[in-house]
Antibody, heavy 123, light 107 residues
């Protein structure tokens, strides 16, 4: 059974940093691209970032480019999102998600999602 | 920036057919994906690559594509289908976007 478990969310001041983790199990982690998607309170879904199975290719939304860094440790089956220079508008539930198709070059279209971790940016 | 446009809301009676559209200039060249999200829950993939249905998704969910518009169709809508629905695709440069979401109300 595929499981994705996010952690690392919490309250942080504007300008601060936070690192999210997503522990994956139930599939061959290194074969799949992975995504981060966020949802601000009462708002729609926003794609944040994605990373290829090897970790060699990364992709970012314009809203986070230069502030967030996606990475993965395939030996630990874990996905990360390092978030720096956080702003109030980054407040959201952050989901990690597994891309549907393995080894395809595709980095969106997610068939499994975690339950999310809440990040609140406030003074 | 690239946008996918969805109607904010769609309402149907139980047993009828709901159609939710998603429009974007790059849709003729990029696949679309559809997600269902119920309150307090993570999204669930209901359609991939425009018209494919993942295992475990009821047959009443289907997808189609025509030009710059993709459509999610739910035939014989049930009360449990009441949810927010989002389309997802990418622009010509590969930037991934979601539509604004459509709230499906089952009357």
């Amino acid at each position: 059974e595929v499981q994705l478990l996010e952690s690392g969310g919490g309250l942080v001041q504007p300008g601060g940093s936070l690192r999210l983790s997503c522990a994956a199990s139930g599939f061959t982690f290194s074969s799949y691209a992975m995504s981060w998607v966020r949802q601000a309170p009462g708002k729609g879904l926003e794609w944040v970032s994605a990373i290829s199975g090897s970790g060699g290719s990364t992709y970012y939304a314009d809203s986070v480019k230069g502030r967030f860094t996606i990475s993965r440790d395939n030996s630990k089956n874990t996905l990360y999102l390092q978030m720096n220079s956080l702003r109030a508008e980054d407040t959201a539930v952050y989901y990690c998600a597994k891309v549907l198709t393995p080894n395809s070059g595709s980095y969106y279209g997610d068939d499994y999602w975690g339950q999310g971790t809440l990040v609140t940016v406030s003074s | 920036s690239y946008e996918l446009t969805q109607p904010p809301s769609v309402s149907v009676s139980p047993g009828q057919t709901a159609r939710i559209t998603c429009s974007g200039d790059a849709l003729p060249k990029q696949y679309a994906y559809w997600y269902q999200q119920k309150p307090g829950q993570a999204p669930v993939l209901v359609i991939y690559k425009d018209s494919e249905r993942p295992s475990g998704i009821p047959e009443r969910f289907s997808g189609s594509s025509s030009g710059t518009t993709v459509t999610l169709t739910i035939s014989g809508v049930q009360a449990e289908d009441e949810a927010d629905y989002y389309c997802q695709s990418a622009d010509s440069s590969g930037l991934v976007v979601f539509g604004g979401g459509t709230k499906l109300t089952v009357l």
